[in-house]
Nanobody, 121 residues
Framework: QVQLVESGGGLVQAGGSLRLSCAASGRIFSIYEMGWYRQAPGKQRELVATITTAGSANYADSVKGRFTISRDNAKNTVYLQMNSLKPEDTAAYYC???????????????WGQGTQVTVSS
């Protein structure tokens, strides 16, 4: 069993900052990618940022220059530093990890339970 536990969401004024964390635990052999997605009410879930084991990061255009993703491989933890937050960043943020359970196993995607980020204008 694999668990992704997120923390760090909350309410912040526009222009403020928040830092999200997500720690993976359980039956994990290797994690290939970790990342963050978000879903606003009435909208589809969308990519925010992802990062590989080697540290290669990918960002949605809407957050480039404002958000920074980082990862601690030893702790199986991914972070999302969010600066210059805007009301349109309001959403539930979900942690994602693509991992394998043992050497040679297929890769599986796992999701966290979500953490709410609300940005007031």
């Amino acid at each position: 069993q694999v668990q992704l536990v997120e923390s760090g969401g909350g309410l912040v004024q526009a222009g403020g900052s928040l830092r999200l964390s997500c720690a993976a635990s359980g039956r994990i052999f290797s994690i290939y990618e970790m990342g963050w997605y978000r879903q606003a009410p009435g909208k589809q879930r969308e990519l925010v940022a992802t990062i590989t084991t080697a540290g290669s990061a990918n960002y949605a255009d809407s957050v480039k220059g404002r958000f920074t993703i980082s990862r601690d491989n030893a702790k199986n933890t991914v972070y999302l530093q969010m600066n210059s937050l805007k009301p349109e960043d309001t959403a539930a943020y979900y942690c994602e990890a693509i991992l394998s359970y043992y050497s040679g196993s297929p890769r599986y995607i796992h999701w966290g339970q979500g953490t709410q980020v609300t940005v007031s204008s």
